[in-house]
């Protein structure tokens, strides 16, 4: 079979070789062309979805600003009083309400940090 191909390849003119210069350019110019339409066909095709995209992020944004103004700060600091997440079991919401995050059974002994700032008395 790769015989076959090869033979009828090799048959075959090659029209690269007997156009003329000017057909390079047309073949070049057209092909830019086909591009650019394919691009604009492209463009028409995922300009709702942006322009609602846009609409969603517009809704979003005064909610995740006041996330991060009310929630950075806890997370911050929470992030900060645990030495590493993977020590760490999924939280649990018990149905009162709470959040208990276990510390896996496995994890290292816990040493807490030293607040920043903080002055030790010897």
Do not use: W
């Not at 942006?50 to 517009?58: M, P, R, T, V, W």
């Not at 806890?74 to 999924?90: K, P």
């Amino acid at each position: 079979m790769k015989h076959f191909i090869l033979a009828v390849c090799l048959c075959l003119p090659l029209p690269a070789l007997a156009e003329e210069e000017g057909d390079f350019e047309e073949g070049f110019s057209l092909m830019e062309e086909g591009a650019k339409l394919l691009f604009r066909g492209f463009m028409n095709e995922v300009e709702p979805t942006l322009d609602e995209f846009s609409d969603l992020a517009g809704e979003l944004e005064p909610a995740l600003e006041m996330l991060a103004s009310e929630m950075g700060p806890a997370l911050l600091e929470m992030i900060q009083t645990l030495d590493s997440v993977r020590y760490y079991d999924t939280p649990e919401v018990l149905p009162n309400g709470d959040i208990i995050i276990r510390r896996k059974p496995d994890a290292p002994d816990f040493t807490p940090r030293e607040p920043d700032g903080a002055v030790i008395d010897l």
